[in-house]
């Protein structure tokens, strides 16, 4: 059975820095893992996508990495802005797709 | 191009009553996933439907079964309601039933059960 575990469960930090959240799974068949961010009480908006033969991703100020052999994968945050404060979650895709409890984030001015 | 729907945006019932919660899928997918999620906690997965037909369930009791329509659309319905149901209930939508598709969340219902 797949689990998937964020750690740490919440995390602040100053307005400008960058920050990683980290994601690991148990199973490494999978076909792609995804990031998304979700904002309280809404639903959830993809940020990357990683196919499982792919190492990383990269979108604006966020970049994903992916090491399947080991069961982790990275998100990562440059210059972060107080508009980036939400949960983030990631989700593996197997048979199902399987997510994390995710990270709330909060950015402080 | 229009995205996922989903109806109502939330809905209160009372301990045994029945729900049914609505999905409309993105243009041009023929396949849609539920979920629940918690309060706290990560979405899980309930069932998926492709091409009508039930392709996948999770670890969910038969008072959540759901349907599928022609136009892809489809419906969540739990019976004999139970205040541990209270909970978002998203859906999303992909094209080709198969685990490697990217799936589209829509906005979510959520539910409060009393």
């Not at chain 1, 068949?29 to 309280?40: C, G, K």
């Amino acid at each position: 059975k797949q689990e998937v575990t964020q750690i740490p469960a919440a995390l602040s930090v100053p307005e400008g820095e960058n920050l990683v959240l980290n994601c690991s799974f148990t199973d490494s068949a999978i076909y792609n893992l995804q990031w998304f961010r979700q904002d309280p009480g809404k639903g959830l908006t993809s940020l990357l996508l990683i196919q499982s033969s792919q190492r990383e991703q990269t979108s604006g100020r966020l970049n994903a990495s992916l090491d399947k052999s080991s069961g982790r994968s990275t998100l990562y945050i440059a210059a972060s802005q107080p508009g980036d404060s939400a949960t983030y979650l990631c989700a593996v895709t197997g048979e199902k797709l399987t997510f994390g409890t995710g990270t709330r984030l909060t950015i402080i001015p | 191009e229009t995205g996922v729907t989903q109806s109502p945006t939330h809905l209160i019932k009372t301990r045994g009553q029945q729900v049914t919660l609505r999905c409309s899928s993105q243009s041009g997918h023929n396949t849609v996933s539920w979920y629940q999620q918690a309060l706290g906690q990560g979405p899980q997965f309930i069932f998926q439907y492709y091409r009508e037909e039930e392709n996948g369930r999770g670890n969910f009791p038969p008072r959540f079964s759901g349907l599928q329509f022609p136009n892809y659309s489809s419906e969540l319905n739990v019976n004999a309601l139970e205040l541990d149901d209270s909970a978002l209930y998203l859906c999303a939508s992909s094209l080709g039933g198969r685990g490697s598709d990217t799936q589209y969340f829509g906005p979510g219902t959520r539910l409060t059960v009393l």
